[in-house]
């Protein structure tokens, strides 16, 4: 697997969202995408604010693309709610209750 320093990955997951736009490779760009966005996350505290804001905003647009994306989506899901691009089957609202999850954990 190759691992791309925290800049190189933010571009990746805005490119290859992207893509997800194109039926023809929309399966393979949805795992690019999610495993991309579990990448970014584990490199969190690398990441600067500029960073973090230019995420939360491709967030959006990855949650609007829920209907595409969770035709990839394992039905088994085993990754923790905070982890809301692993849920989209559910909809779009999982990133917004992972964020008030989030939130509820730091008071």
Same mark, same amino acid.
């Given at each position: 697997m190759v691992t791309f320093p925290p800049i190189?990955?933010?571009?990746?997951?805005?490119?290859?969202?992207?893509y997800l736009d194109d039926r023809e490779t929309s399966y393979e760009e949805s795992l690019n995408v999610l495993i991309a966005?579990?990448?970014?996350?584990?490199q969190w505290t690398e990441?600067?604010?500029?960073?973090?804001?230019? =995420?939360? %905003?491709?967030d959006n647009?990855? $949650?609007? +693309?829920? /209907? =595409?994306? %969770?035709?990839?989506?394992?039905? $088994?899901? +085993?990754? /923790?709610r905070r982890r809301w691009w692993w849920h989209l089957h559910e909809g779009p609202q999982v990133k917004s209750e992972a964020e008030r999850l989030a939130a509820?954990?730091?008071d």
């Open positions: 190189d990955l933010v571009d990746y997951y805005r490119r290859h969202l992207s966005r579990d990448d970014l996350e584990n990441l600067t604010q500029q960073d973090r804001e230019l =995420i939360e %905003s491709l647009m990855l $949650a609007s +693309k829920h /209907e =595409i994306v %969770s035709e990839v989506l394992p039905t $088994a899901v +085993k990754y /923790e509820a954990s730091r």
